[in-house]
């Protein structure tokens, strides 16, 4: 649960499509857009300065109706990773949730031998996507 009421979810929709979540999250995003849209691509990396590893995605699905939005991207050959996420949000009874799920496998070599690095960076990650989006607390 990320928020209640409509403008927590309307605030958290518009964060969804505009990159937020990965933005928020210290992932850099160099996309051909700045919102989210099926088809798009982009190019999304974590690190620090010029040390980043990252690759390309693209926008396979877009929900926008009134009570859910989200997304999903998949990766693109040049991805350390090969796999997906979605990233959901959903009002119900006034409560605001937030949904991420992925699954990937190691696309490289060194993503194969680095996989319990990868995995301790992809945990972190997720942890700050679903941070990302929570409504402040007063």
Same mark, same amino acid.
């Given at each position: 649960m990320i928020g209640s009421g409509a403008g927590d979810f309307n605030a958290a929709r518009a964060a969804l499509f505009t990159w937020q979540v990965q933005l928020r999250s210290g992932v850099r995003v160099e996309a051909d857009s700045p919102i989210v849209r099926l088809?798009?691509?982009a190019v999304v990396s974590v690190g620090v300065g010029p040390l980043r590893i990252g690759g390309p995605v693209r926008i396979v699905d877009v929900v926008d109706e009134p009570e859910r939005a989200g997304f999903t991207y998949? !990766? &693109?050959?040049?991805?350390p990773e090969a796999g997906e996420e979605s990233f959901r949000i959903s009002t119900d009874d006034g409560l605001v949730r937030f949904e991420l799920t992925g699954a990937s496998r190691p696309a !490289? &070599?060194?993503t194969r031998v680095g996989a319990p690095f990868a995995a301790l960076v992809q945990h972190t990650i997720t942890d700050r996507y679903v941070r990302s989006l929570e409504s402040p607390r007063e």
């Open positions: 088809g798009g691509v998949v !990766t &693109l050959p040049g991805h !490289t &070599l060194l």
